[in-house]
């Protein structure tokens, strides 16, 4: 699986020796390298051998395939004249596997269809950032992402609570919001014997998280950090992780799971989009496994990672209690986790069985402050992601909301 890892990114060329620099104008977190244009480039008097380096690396990186970086940068080719390259001349020349030249020949990319449900099939929409220029970057690279197939919204939430706003919508066929709970559908199993179990259709109250007790894991993932807090850091309460920005938070079933690693993998390469938007990325476990841990960040995850030890995000997603299932019932018998499945396999993830992995998680975004809880989705199946679209739709509004409100506070000060 590509790594978040910048070392692991750069590998051995002529990429490396560039980390000083890169780290020093702030390229220092993968997602962000990879959204560099021509003029960044350029800025920071990259050769034209490192943006080859680059555009190679970060086209194997969209494919999972970076183990053979260092191979394809030695050749002197770049990424257009590569691709050019015959099967045969790719496993002789580069040691490349059978399987992985399908996926390397892929022009499209694995990521565009692993983003949103396996089986969806949205419709397009157009969206902006306003705060950013047309040729920048970030802008160029949001676009991108919600130029997939996605509806347009209408609702507006610059005059209401974030709990008001967001009325029931329909997204797409299988896809119903009631207020602003989202969920995948629950499909028949074992030919109907066997029945999902009952998952809340109501928003968790702001009050069970705002005094959640969590303990931070790791920092934000930057060039040359420590994989580990070093320091024990004490507990402090939930509603400081959104005191001041909004925030993303992404309960994990278990960091060690195939399809728990491709969700936050999938999220976090979504990472400069996130910046452009003022909102922060937590990743929170139910369980602490320093070695688990890890593996997790920053190779899946670059984000901060907090430890829910009284598992409270948890309950707050199955209305007040655990939403647990066995793994024959909820996996063997259930064809959409099945499918799940195969979504992250087809990444190139590894896995592991460590650990707890019947609680089912899900995801938060909260705005700042008091301002409330302005989305939560459940992991009714293994493996459900929440939408990106739909996350990037909402942290659209909650910018645009603060925006407004800080429009109209120029304004009120001004007839003072």
């Known amino acids: 699986m590509a790594s978040f890892s910048i070392e692991e990114f750069v590998g051995n060329g002529v990429l490396k020796g560039l980390i000083p620099k890169l780290l020093e104008e702030g390229w220092d977190d993968v997602p962000t390298l990879k959204i ?4 960044d480039m350029d800025a920071i008097n990259m050769t034209q051998q490192q943006k080859d380096a680059l555009e190679i690396r970060s086209y194997l990186h969209e494919r999972a395939l970076m183990q053979y970086g260092d191979a394809l940068e030695s050749s002197g080719k770049g990424l257009p004249e590569i691709l050019t390259i015959g099967a045969g001349d790719l496993t002789s020349q580069f040691g490349m ?3 992985h030249i399908a996926r390397f020949m892929n022009r499209t990319g694995p ?5 949103d449900d396996p089986k969806a099939d949205p419709s397009p929409a157009t969206k902006r950032i306003s705060t950013l220029s047309k040729n920048n970057s970030i802008y160029k690279s949001f676009q991108s992402v919600t130029s997939q197939k996605f509806p347009s919204r209408t609702t507006s939430i610059t005059e209401k609570t974030l709990e008001q706003s967001l009325v029931s919508f329909k997204i797409k066929d299988g896809y119903v919001f009631k207020g602003i709970v989202a969920m995948e559908p629950a499909e028949p199993r074992a030919c109907g014997c066997v029945q999902p179990p009952a998952v809340t259709d109501k928003i968790a109250p702001y009050s069970a998280l705002e005094s959640i007790s969590v303990q931070k894991l790791t920092p934000e993932y930057k060039i040359g950090m420590e994989h580990l807090v070093k320091t024990k850091t004490p507990p402090m309460k939930a509603a400081e992780l959104w005191r001041n920005k909004p925030a993303v938070l992404l309960c994990i079933r278990r960091p060690g799971c195939i399809m728990c690693r491709a969700e936050a993998h999938q999220l976090y390469a979504k990472k400069p989009l996130f910046d452009a938007l003022g909102i922060q990325l937590f990743a929170v476990l139910h369980e602490y496994k320093e070695s688990e841990v890890r593996e997790f960040w920053p190779r899946y995850w670059g984000g901060a990672i907090v430890y829910d030890r009284g598992m409270e995000f948890f309950k707050a997603l199955g209305g007040g209690k655990l939403l647990k299932e066995k793994f024959l019932s909820g996996f063997v018998f259930n064809p959409r986790a099945i499918a799940n499945y195969k979504r992250a396999k087809a990444m190139g993830i590894q896995q592991n069985f460590k650990g707890e992995g019947e609680i089912k998680g899900g995801l938060f975004i909260v705005g700042s ?10 992991e009714r199946n293994f493996g459900d992601w929440a939408p990106i679209a739909e996350v990037l739709d909402i942290c659209t509004q909650l910018q645009n909301q ?10 009120s000060s001004q007839f003072k």
């Open 369 to 378: 402050g008091k301002t409330g809880i302005a989305y939560q989705f459940i």
């Open 111 to 115: 990521s565009s269809a692993c983003v």
């Open 402 to 411: 603060q925006e407004s409100q800080e429009e109209s506070s120029k304004s």
């Open 36 to 39: 560099m244009n021509v003029e």
């Open 97 to 99: 596997k059978r399987g």
